[in-house]
C-alpha cells in the first residue's frame, strides 16, 4: 500500500486505530495509570459519524460502576461553550447587540460593571475579579446572580475592558445573565429548549437535572448490579460520574447555580460530541460568519491577536481549536480540527482534577487521521503545540522559571547561530534549565545521566507557521538508565509539562 491510499484510509476509516505504533486504548490505559485517573470516556467524531465512543476503568470508584457510553461526567469549563452559542443565537435573532452595555440588558449592576459589552465577556476581556476567589464562595452552596455578584462587585477591574484577557468565571456569570433577560426565559430552560432539546440530546443537562437519572445503589447488593434483571431502566444505564479525595471522602455536586455559564452543565462524551457537530454547522448557529465571531482569533487595540475566545483556544495546524478545564474531582476537554476536508474531534472526560488532555488528544486525533498528527516522535517527546510566535512563547516561559525562582543556565537561540553562518533555519530556541538540587540526587544514583540534565525545553515555528513546545519525556530517558521510578523523575516530568502549557495557552496550565 503506498502513502496516500495509507493516508486517505486514516482519514475515513481504518482498522488500525494506532499511532506511532501505540493504540489508542494502550495510550489511554498508560495515561490513566500515570495521572492516576480511576475512569475516563472517549469520544470520537470524524463528521457526521461519532465512530468511537468507549469508557475506561470506573466511573464510580466506590460504587463500582463502569465508564460507560452512558456515563455523565461534569463538562467543567466546556459549559462556557453552551453559554457562547446561547448568546449568540440571541443575537443572531435580533434580540442582543453584542457591543451594547450589558447595563442596557441588566439593571442594578455595579458601577464599574455599567460599560462592559457582551463581547468583552465572551472574550474574557472584562477585567473583572472571578467570584470563585473571593472571600465568601462557597461552591456547594445555591446562589442567584445578586449574591455572586456582590462578592466581587466592588473590587476594580483588572484592565480597561477589551484591553486585556483574563479568564474569570464572573465574565460567564453576567453573560448568562444577559441572556436570560433578553429571551424573557430563566438561562437554563433557554439553553434547554434551543440546545439540548433541539438535538435530542438525552444524557445532558444541569446539574439540577440529575436526580432524572435513576441510579441503582449497589452499595445495597455488594456492589453487584441487580436491578437490571428486573427493571429495564437500569439495562446499559444513565449513571453519573463520581470522584473520591485521597482520603476517600467524595467531592459533592457543584449546584448549577454556583457555577451558573462556567462549569454547570453534565454530559455524555458522545453528547458533548453530538453537540458539537451540531455546532461545527448550521444547527445551531446558523450563519458563518456569526459562528466566526466566537470561533477566532482576535485583536487587542494595541494590535496583539489573541487566540482564544468563549473559553476556546486556537492553533495553526489544521484549524485546531480546543476547550478544556477542571473543576473539583473531575477533568474535561473537546478539541476539533475544524480544516474543510476534514471535521475530526476528540472529547475526553476523567473524574480526576488537574488533568490536562491536549497532548493525549492530538496523539488519538493522529490514530484516526495522519494528517492530525504532530509530525514528531510523541512516544519521546512531551509536544504541545503552541499559541504564541516563538519570541512570546520564550518569554512565557522564563517567566514562569523566574516566579519558581529555577535558574536558567542557557539559551541557544539555533536560528540566530545558523544566520550567523550564512544558513537560514526557522526559528528555534532551546532553554536549559534545572534545580542542582533535584538533578544531583539523580546523578548520585548514575552519574551517567549526567548526559540528559539539566532539564531544557525547545521552541520552534515549523514550516505552516505552528509554534511548537517539546521537551524529552523524563521516565523514557531515566529507563535507559534503570532510573524511571526514582523519586525525582516525575517531579521534573510534572515541572517540565507544566512550564509547556502555561506557556503555550492563553488560558495557562
Known amino acids: 500500500m503506498n502513502t496516500k491510499e495509507h493516508t486517505e484510509m486514516k482519514i475515513r476509516g481504518s482498522a488500525d486505530v494506532s499511532y506511532l505504533g501505540r493504540t489508542v486504548d494502550e495510550m489511554i490505559w498508560e495515561f490513566m495509570e500515570e495521572n492516576g485517573i480511576p475512569g475516563l470516556a472517549l469520544a470520537i467524531v470524524q463528521a457526521p459519524y461519532i465512530p468511537r465512543v468507549v469508557g475506561y476503568g470506573l466511573s464510580d470508584e466506590k460504587q463500582r460502576r463502569l465508564a460507560s457510553v452512558n456515563t455523565m461526567w461534569p463538562a467543567g469549563p466546556i459549559s462556557q461553550a453552551y453559554a457562547a452559542v446561547a448568546a449568540m443565537q440571541l443575537y443572531e435573532a435580533g434580540k442582543l447587540d453584542l457591543d451594547a452595555p450589558v447595563s442596557q440588558y441588566v439593571e442594578n449592576l455595579p458601577p464599574r460593571w455599567k460599560g462592559i459589552t457582551s463581547r468583552q465577556l465572551l472574550r474574557h476581556a472584562a477585567g473583572l475579579a472571578d467570584y470563585r476567589q473571593a472571600e465568601g464562595y462557597d461552591s456547594q452552596r445555591e446562589w442567584d446572580f445578586a449574591g455572586l455578584a456582590a462578592l466581587v462587585g466592588e473590587k476594580k ?92 471522602s467524595p467531592y459533592s455536586v457543584i449546584p448549577s447555580t454556583a457555577l451558573r455559564g462556567f462549569g454547570d452543565v453534565w454530559a455524555s462524551a458522545q453528547d458533548i460530541s453530538f453537540w458539537d457537530i451540531g455546532l461545527a454547522g448550521g444547527v445551531l448557529i446558523e450563519k458563518a460568519e456569526n459562528r466566526a465571531q466566537l470561533y477566532g482569533p482576535w485583536k487587542l487595540p494595541d494590535g496583539n491577536s489573541v487566540p482564544a475566545n468563549a473559553g476556546w483556544q486556537f492553533y495553526h495546524h489544521r484549524g485546531l481549536m480546543d476547550i478544556k478545564g477542571s473543576v473539583p474531582g473531575f477533568s474535561s476537554f ?165 512550564l509547556i502549557r502555561e506557556a503555550a495557552n492563553v488560558y495557562g496550565a
Open 157 to 248: 477591574l483588572s484592565f480597561e475592558p477589551g484591553t486585556g484577557v483574563e479568564q474569570s468565571a464572573t465574565n460567564f456569570l453576567l453573560l448568562t445573565e444577559v441572556v436570560g433577560r433578553v429571551s424573557g426565559m430563566d438561562y437554563e430552560s433557554f439553553v434547554k429548549k434551543h440546545q439540548f432539546e433541539r438535538l435530542g440530546l438525552r444524557h445532558t443537562g444541569f446539574t439540577g437535572d440529575l436526580d432524572q437519572y435513576d441510579s441503582e445503589d449497589v452499595s445495597q447488593t455488594g456492589n453487584i448490579h441487580q436491578l437490571f434483571k428486573m427493571d429495564g431502566r437500569f439495562i446499559d444505564p444513565v449513571e453519573q460520574a463520581a470522584s473520591y479525595r485521597q482520603d476517600g
Open 334 to 498: 473537546l478539541s476539533r480540527f475544524t480544516h474543510p476536508d476534514e471535521l475530526v474531534c476528540v472529547t475526553l472526560m476523567a473524574n480526576r482534577e488537574g488533568v490536562d488532555f491536549t497532548n493525549l488528544g492530538r496523539r488519538i486525533a493522529g490514530a484516526f487521521g495522519d494528517l492530525l498528527s504532530t509530525n514528531y516522535d510523541d512516544n519521546r517527546l512531551f509536544l504541545l503545540e503552541g499559541q504564541y510566535p516563538v519570541e512570546e512563547t520564550l518569554r512565557r516561559l522564563e517567566m514562569g522559571l523566574e516566579k519558581r525562582n529555577i535558574p536558567v543556565f542557557a539559551k541557544f537561540d539555533h536560528g540566530k547561530n545558523a544566520l550567523e553562518a550564512g544558513l537560514e533555519l526557522r526559528p528555534t530556541t532551546v532553554l536549559v534549565f534545572g534545580s542542582p538540587k533535584v538533578g544531583t540526587g539523580l546523578m548520585q544514583a548514575d552519574q551517567s545521566i549526567s548526559l540528559e540534565l539539566p532539564l531544557r525545553i525547545s521552541v520552534w515555528e515549523d514550516e505552516s507557521d505552528s509554534t511548537w513546545l517539546a521537551a524529552p519525556r523524563m521516565k523514557r530517558a531515566a529507563a535507559e538508565y534503570g532510573l524511571e521510578n526514582h523519586s525525582a523523575v516525575a517531579g521534573m516530568q510534572r515541572l517540565v509539562e507544566t
